[in-house]
Protein backbone atom coordinates (compact mmCIF):
# COMPACT_ATOMS: atom_id res chain seq x y z
CA UNK A 1 0.00 0.00 0.00
CA UNK A 2 1.32 3.57 -0.80
CA UNK A 3 -0.13 7.31 -1.31
CA UNK A 4 -0.80 5.86 -4.98
CA UNK A 5 -3.24 3.26 -3.93
CA UNK A 6 -3.31 -0.66 -2.90
CA UNK A 7 -1.88 -3.73 -4.12
CA UNK A 8 -4.59 -6.46 -4.74
CA UNK A 9 -4.18 -9.02 -1.98
CA UNK A 10 -2.01 -12.11 -2.68
CA UNK A 11 -3.46 -15.29 -1.60
CA UNK A 12 -0.92 -18.31 -0.50
CA UNK A 13 -1.46 -21.72 -2.23
CA UNK A 14 -2.81 -23.88 0.36
CA UNK A 15 0.00 -25.94 1.45
CA UNK A 16 2.46 -24.30 -0.34
CA UNK A 17 5.95 -23.59 1.85
CA UNK A 18 6.55 -19.63 1.81
CA UNK A 19 9.95 -19.85 1.18
CA UNK A 20 12.33 -17.42 -0.59
CA UNK A 21 11.90 -18.97 -4.01
CA UNK A 22 7.99 -19.32 -3.61
CA UNK A 23 7.97 -15.48 -2.08
CA UNK A 24 9.84 -14.01 -5.30
CA UNK A 25 8.51 -16.07 -7.69
CA UNK A 26 4.67 -15.69 -6.62
CA UNK A 27 4.21 -13.18 -4.35
CA UNK A 28 6.90 -10.41 -5.77
CA UNK A 29 7.43 -11.02 -9.51
CA UNK A 30 3.45 -12.10 -9.87
CA UNK A 31 1.79 -10.65 -7.52
CA UNK A 32 2.99 -7.19 -5.83
CA UNK A 33 5.63 -5.81 -8.22
CA UNK A 34 3.49 -5.68 -11.22
CA UNK A 35 0.48 -3.69 -9.14
CA UNK A 36 2.97 -1.60 -7.84
CA UNK A 37 4.85 -0.86 -11.18
CA UNK A 38 1.40 -0.04 -12.72
CA UNK A 39 0.75 2.63 -9.76
CA UNK A 40 3.93 4.26 -9.79
CA UNK A 41 6.40 3.17 -12.91
CA UNK A 42 9.50 2.52 -11.40
CA UNK A 43 9.33 5.50 -9.16
CA UNK A 44 8.93 3.87 -5.68
CA UNK A 45 10.64 2.75 -2.55
CA UNK A 46 10.11 -1.03 -1.61
CA UNK A 47 10.66 -1.87 2.17
CA UNK A 48 9.81 -5.21 4.01
CA UNK A 49 9.47 -6.66 7.21
CA UNK A 50 11.97 -9.28 8.94
CA UNK A 51 10.10 -12.43 8.07
CA UNK A 52 12.53 -15.32 7.32
CA UNK A 53 11.35 -15.71 3.27
CA UNK A 54 12.07 -10.98 3.05
CA UNK A 55 15.86 -11.21 3.83
CA UNK A 56 16.90 -14.49 2.50
CA UNK A 57 20.22 -15.08 0.25
CA UNK A 58 17.88 -15.35 -2.75
CA UNK A 59 15.42 -12.71 -2.35
CA UNK A 60 17.58 -9.52 -1.27
CA UNK A 61 19.85 -10.57 -4.52
CA UNK A 62 16.25 -10.59 -6.31
CA UNK A 63 14.99 -6.96 -5.23
CA UNK A 64 18.52 -5.72 -5.73
CA UNK A 65 17.96 -6.91 -9.76
CA UNK A 66 14.36 -5.95 -9.92
CA UNK A 67 13.21 -3.16 -7.90
CA UNK A 68 14.72 0.50 -8.58
CA UNK A 69 14.59 1.53 -4.98
CA UNK A 70 15.29 -1.23 -2.11
CA UNK A 71 15.69 -0.47 1.39
CA UNK A 72 18.56 -2.85 2.49
CA UNK A 73 17.69 -5.37 5.25
CA UNK A 74 20.66 -3.58 8.13
CA UNK A 75 18.19 -0.04 7.33
CA UNK A 76 14.83 -1.65 8.01
CA UNK A 77 13.24 -0.72 11.18
CA UNK A 78 12.54 -2.90 14.12
CA UNK A 79 10.23 -5.89 13.29
CA UNK A 80 7.75 -3.98 15.16
CA UNK A 81 4.11 -3.95 14.69
CA UNK A 82 3.94 -0.30 15.97
CA UNK A 83 6.35 0.38 13.09
CA UNK A 84 4.05 -1.14 9.76
CA UNK A 85 1.31 0.81 9.14
CA UNK A 86 -0.35 -2.29 7.99
CA UNK A 87 0.12 -4.14 11.17
CA UNK A 88 -1.28 -1.04 13.27
CA UNK A 89 -4.14 0.13 10.80
CA UNK A 90 -5.23 -1.86 8.17
CA UNK A 91 -5.61 -5.47 8.86
CA UNK A 92 -7.51 -3.87 12.17
CA UNK A 93 -9.77 -2.53 9.69
CA UNK A 94 -10.23 -5.12 7.30
CA UNK A 95 -10.86 -7.61 10.46
CA UNK A 96 -13.66 -5.38 11.15
CA UNK A 97 -15.10 -5.45 8.27
CA UNK A 98 -14.60 -9.12 7.50
CA UNK A 99 -15.68 -10.50 11.13
CA UNK A 100 -19.18 -8.73 9.90
CA UNK A 101 -19.68 -11.80 7.85
CA UNK A 102 -20.82 -15.48 7.79
CA UNK A 103 -18.29 -16.88 6.08
CA UNK A 104 -19.08 -20.67 4.44
CA UNK A 105 -16.41 -22.11 3.39
CA UNK A 106 -12.53 -21.09 2.24
CA UNK A 107 -13.37 -20.17 -1.64
CA UNK A 108 -15.66 -17.19 0.08
CA UNK A 109 -13.10 -16.55 2.89
CA UNK A 110 -10.93 -15.33 -0.05
CA UNK A 111 -14.50 -13.44 -1.63
CA UNK A 112 -14.99 -11.61 1.55
CA UNK A 113 -11.65 -10.64 2.17
CA UNK A 114 -11.21 -9.45 -1.71
CA UNK A 115 -14.40 -7.39 -1.48
CA UNK A 116 -13.58 -6.09 2.05
CA UNK A 117 -10.15 -5.39 0.69
CA UNK A 118 -11.94 -2.80 -1.85
CA UNK A 119 -13.57 -0.91 0.91
CA UNK A 120 -10.67 0.24 2.90
CA UNK A 121 -10.52 3.93 1.59
CA UNK A 122 -7.50 5.39 0.08
CA UNK A 123 -8.10 8.09 3.26
CA UNK A 124 -7.73 5.54 5.80
CA UNK A 125 -4.22 4.18 4.17
CA UNK A 126 -2.93 8.11 3.30
CA UNK A 127 -3.61 8.42 7.64
CA UNK A 128 -1.87 5.26 8.42
CA UNK A 129 1.31 6.11 6.45
CA UNK A 130 1.24 9.43 7.43
CA UNK A 131 1.11 8.36 11.55
CA UNK A 132 4.81 6.99 10.43
CA UNK A 133 6.91 9.60 10.97
CA UNK A 134 5.43 10.46 13.93
CA UNK A 135 5.64 6.59 15.37
CA UNK A 136 8.97 6.15 14.33
CA UNK A 137 10.43 9.23 16.68
CA UNK A 138 8.46 7.39 19.82
CA UNK A 139 9.99 4.31 19.17
CA UNK A 140 13.43 5.65 19.18
CA UNK A 141 12.10 8.30 22.19
CA UNK A 142 10.98 4.60 24.21
CA UNK A 143 14.42 2.89 22.78
CA UNK A 144 12.70 0.18 20.72
CA UNK A 145 9.76 -0.12 23.49
CA UNK A 146 6.48 -0.53 21.89
CA UNK A 147 4.61 3.12 21.82
CA UNK A 148 0.66 2.39 21.60
CA UNK A 149 0.14 3.53 24.94
CA UNK A 150 1.87 6.95 23.97
CA UNK A 151 -0.64 7.51 21.24
CA UNK A 152 -3.56 10.15 21.26
Not at 40 to 69: C, E, I
Not at 91 to 108: C, F, M, N, S
Not at 126 to 149: W, Y
Request: aromatic share 10%; charged share 20%.
Amino acid sequence: MSHLGKADLVFIQPGAKVNSIYYCDEVLAKGLLPVVRHLSGNDFTFQQDGAPSHWSKHTVPYLKANVPNFVQPSNWPPNSPDLNPVNYSIWGALQQLVYRRKIRDLEHLKEVLQDCWTMISQDLVDTAIDQFSKRLTLVIRAQGGHIEHQLN
